[in-house]
């Protein structure tokens, strides 16, 4: 195999892969990149048994073949070299030489036989969707998954279309996001959880990319695995085996309580309060309801804060407490100016939701003591 192409242009490519190699395996040759050059494509690849990201470098094929070599090692060369053109070629022996500019290199490589192959998935059950819309869905439910492996469906986000229309939810335990997504054709039935570091890679890959509104991503489902493929780079991932929660119950019911708030001035009274919470405090913000105005209180051992925001206000008037970090974090990824939230009384879920129904955003309370 002999390869030539930019630096640039060959840091960008192995980076990207390199975000599917686990940073612990007993497998040894999972701590590789696979890199293919067959029929004027140079790929390379990336693949930890769970997770497989193959992307596209570009290129010229003086030679073709393929080589698997260490992604730390590779990776660290790549990016040291000067900018310009850099020349990789493998000999039948798995030797390695990277050349740039005046710096040569020679590594060992590895036998591609070795490496496992990508998981095959098939195109029964398939949408396509533009990759700033999918970036978006996910920057605004992605914080809702869980950290935690115990519950494998609340480490996930549910895909479901029904027709043109396209739900994704995430949800934690004491929050959830809810966002819906009008698709350009009717794509019938679709259903999966999707594993949340899968998700947050995409996000990652389609930010580093050149923006594009035009470029679309094509995502299918097969048993067990689902594919990503936008121009440049396909991803594909195991799914989370499981049904998912039924959330129609957690929607449903009426909301006594609705205001009209500022975003803005609402998230900055959160933030400020906010500041006196320790990592380890659990202490909640405390909103008192009024007629034209929410009062936000907070008492920490650090001190005290209260803040006056002015709303408009249909309903009763109660106390309410919150975990701060769960509001700000929908907050950030709403773009209204103005939000419409919906409450029952002190027990019951906060729920932010535009007029459209694009976003729902359900929060649970937490007991304030009084």
Same mark, same amino acid.
């Given at each position: 195999m002999?390869?030539?192409c930019?630096q640039?242009?060959m840091?960008?490519?192995?980076?990207?892969?390199?975000?599917?190699i686990?940073?612990?395996?007993?497998?040894?040759?999972l701590?590789?990149l696979l890199?293919?050059?067959?029929?004027?494509?140079?790929t390379?690849?990336?693949?930890?048994?769970q997770l497989?990201?193959?992307?596209?470098?570009?290129?010229d094929?003086?030679e073709?073949?393929n080589?698997?070599?260490?992604?730390?090692i590779?990776?660290?060369?790549?990016?040291?070299?000067?900018e310009?053109d850099?020349c990789i070629?493998?000999?039948?022996?798995?030797?390695?030489?990277?050349?740039g500019?005046?710096?040569?290199?020679?590594?060992?490589?590895?036998?591609?036989r070795?490496?496992?192959?990508?998981?095959?998935v098939n195109?029964?059950?398939?949408?396509?969707i533009?990759n700033?819309d999918?970036?978006?869905?996910?920057?605004?439910t992605i914080?809702?998954?869980t950290?935690?492996?115990a519950?494998k469906?609340?480490?996930?986000?549910?895909?479901?279309?029904d027709?043109?229309?396209?739900?994704?939810?995430?949800?934690?335990?004491?929050?959830?996001?809810?966002?819906?997504?009008n698709?350009?054709?009717d794509?019938?039935?679709?259903?999966?959880?999707?594993i949340?570091?899968?998700?947050?890679?995409?996000?990652?890959?389609?930010?580093?990319?050149?923006? #594009? *509104?035009?470029?679309k991503?094509?995502?299918?489902? &097969?048993?067990?695995?689902i !594919?990503f493929?936008?121009?440049?780079t /396909?991803?594909?991932?195991?799914t989370?085996?499981?049904?998912?929660?039924?959330?129609s119950n957690m929607?449903?019911?009426d909301y006594d309580?609705?205001?009209?708030?500022?975003?803005?001035?609402?998230?900055?009274?959160?933030?400020?309060a906010s500041?006196?919470i320790?990592?380890?405090?659990?202490r909640p913000v405390?909103?008192?309801?009024?007629e034209?105005?929410?009062?936000?209180?907070?008492?920490?051992?650090l001190?005290s804060?209260?803040?006056i925001?002015?709303?408009?206000?249909e309903g009763?008037?109660?106390l309410i407490g919150?975990?701060?970090?769960f509001?700000?974090e929908?907050?950030?990824?709403?773009? #209204? *100016?103005?939000?419409?939230?919906k409450?029952?009384? &002190?027990?019951?879920?906060m !729920?932010?939701?535009?007029?459209?129904? /694009?976003?729902?955003?359900?929060?649970?309370?937490?007991?304030?003591?009084?």
């Amino acid at each position: 195999m002999k390869i030539v192409c930019s630096q640039a242009e060959m840091l960008k490519s192995i980076t990207i892969a390199s975000r599917a190699i686990p940073t612990r395996t007993t497998l040894d040759i999972l701590e590789c990149l696979l890199i293919d050059a067959h029929d004027g494509t140079i790929t390379i690849t990336g693949n930890d048994l769970q997770l497989c990201i193959i992307t596209k470098a570009l290129g010229d094929i003086v030679e073709e073949g393929n080589v698997c070599v260490n992604s730390k090692i590779f990776t660290d060369i790549i990016r040291k070299l000067p900018e310009g053109d850099i020349c990789i070629e493998c000999d039948g022996a798995q030797n390695v030489r990277i050349e740039g500019m005046k710096a040569k290199f020679n590594i060992a490589g590895r036998e591609t036989r070795e490496y496992p192959a990508a998981p095959v998935v098939n195109e029964e059950k398939a949408f396509e969707i533009s990759n700033f819309d999918l970036k978006e869905i996910i920057r605004k439910t992605i914080f809702s998954i869980t950290d935690n492996d115990a519950n494998k469906l609340m480490a996930g986000e549910h895909f479901e279309i029904d027709g043109r229309k396209l739900t994704v939810t995430a949800l934690d335990g004491h929050r959830m996001a809810i966002v819906t997504q009008n698709l350009d054709n009717d794509y019938g039935k679709f259903d999966a959880v999707v594993i949340g570091k899968t998700l947050s890679e995409i996000a990652k890959i389609y930010s580093a990319e050149k923006e #594009d *509104e035009s470029e679309k991503t094509r995502i299918s489902l &097969s048993d067990k695995q689902i !594919k990503f493929v936008s121009s440049q780079t /396909t991803i594909i991932s195991r799914t989370v085996e499981g049904k998912f929660f039924n959330i129609s119950n957690m929607l449903a019911g009426d909301y006594d309580t609705v205001l009209k708030i500022n975003k803005k001035d609402f998230l900055d009274s959160i933030e400020r309060a906010s500041l006196l919470i320790r990592e380890t405090d659990r202490r909640p913000v405390v909103i008192g309801i009024g007629e034209e105005s929410i009062e936000l209180k907070i008492t920490t051992t650090l001190g005290s804060m209260n803040e006056i925001v002015p709303v408009e206000m249909e309903g009763n008037e109660f106390l309410i407490g919150f975990n701060p970090k769960f509001i700000i974090e929908a907050l950030r990824v709403i773009d #209204d *100016e103005i939000i419409e939230v919906k409450l029952v009384n &002190s027990k019951a879920p906060m !729920k932010i939701e535009n007029d459209e129904g /694009t976003y729902k955003y359900l929060i649970l309370p937490v007991n304030i003591g009084v």
